[in-house]
């Protein structure tokens, strides 16, 4: 066997034409653009990259951003204070604070600061706690995508065995709560591996979906998973390729050219989920704006 690719640049593609259709239209209405304010504090060059990227989407989509750069010197009751402000702001719909933020200010307290009716991350513990017990919420956008991903290849989640590896707030919890609950055509019997899990193989020879968010380069290899497996690759890894101009390349979690060989479906590194975070950010800042989740 030999996995069909999905592909998360044009899965992408797709939600952000649609998001441009529909923001076209709220405009037409005649209210303004959506507006997305970042915040991005110091000069990770990482997140500068990240950033970057969030608010060029939101150009390419129509909405509106202003990213707001500040000094890693802030104190946390300053920035908290900024936000404050612009929960207060109805000009703005969303806030982004970009993470990681510098190690004296503690993330959740800026995180739970933000109004959780404008955090299109899905970060806040509101969006968190409404995702787990199956209510309208901001999702978290890496599994988001994922689960859109599915949706678009007509690929069956209901009643399959899904493992997903790494259980980090952003990315592998929520992702294991879409998976198994009922609103996120979810429905998985779902299993969450994390580095505390003893016999790694034990459990992703057993998935019939394999999502895998872990940060370590080629973790998963073909011998850990079983044929006709669907593979999710969420991990971004740099490693050094002195044949590449920039002297290094971006791999996946998982060891994708003997893994294609036994799995059904596989996301490749790049191309695969990663465009697909940013898309569904812009799903959620036109959700944020039209105040669909959180109606006043
Ligand atoms: N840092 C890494 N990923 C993300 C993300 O999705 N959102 C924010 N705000 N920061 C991040």
């Not at 997903?164 to 709560?177: L, Q, T, Y």
């Not at 998985?188 to 459990?203: E, F, G, M, S």
């Not at 790049?270 to 704006?289: D, S």
Request: glycine letters at 8%; one cysteine or more; aromatic letters at 6%.
């Amino acid at each position: 066997m030999s996995a069909e690719i999905i592909d998360g640049r044009k899965v992408a593609e797709l939600v952000r034409a649609s998001v441009r259709e529909d923001v076209d239209q709220w405009v037409a209405k005649g209210n303004r653009a959506p507006f997305l304010q970042v915040v991005l504090v110091g000069d990770d060059p990482a997140s500068i990259v990240y950033t970057g990227t969030k608010t060029k989407a939101c150009k390419d989509v129509g909405i509106d951003t202003n990213t707001l750069v500040l000094q890693d010197t802030i104190s946390a009751k300053e920035l908290k204070g900024i936000i404050k402000d612009f929960n207060q702001d109805d000009s703005v719909d969303g806030i982004l604070v970009q993470s990681p933020l510098p190690s004296h200010i503690p993330l959740y307290d800026v995180i739970e600061t933000i109004d959780f009716r404008k955090d299109v991350d899905g970060f806040h513990p509101m969006n968190v706690g409404r995702l787990s017990v199956d209510q309208p919420c901001f999702r978290s956008c890496t599994p988001a995508g994922v689960m859109e991903l599915f949706k678009h290849y007509s690929i069956p989640v209901k009643s399959k065995h899904a493992v997903v590896v790494g259980a980090s707030n952003i990315v592998g919890s929520p992702m294991a709560v879409m998976l198994s609950r009922e609103n996120s055509s979810g429905k998985a019997t779902t299993t969450i591996c994390h580095k505390y899990t003893r016999d790694l193989t034990q459990h992703t020879i057993n998935a019939d979906i394999l999502v895998v968010a872990a940060g370590q380069p080629h973790l998963i290899k073909a011998e850990m998973v079983k044929e006709g497996v669907v593979v999710i690759d969420v991990g971004i890894n740099r490693v050094a390729d002195e044949t590449s101009e920039k002297g290094y390349r971006l791999v996946g979690d998982v060891d994708f050219e003997s893994v294609r060989k036994k799995a059904s479906w596989i996301t490749p590194v790049p191309g695969g989920v990663g465009p697909m975070t940013v898309a569904m950010l812009m799903k959620n800042t036109l959700l944020a704006a039209k105040k669909s989740l959180y109606p006043e």
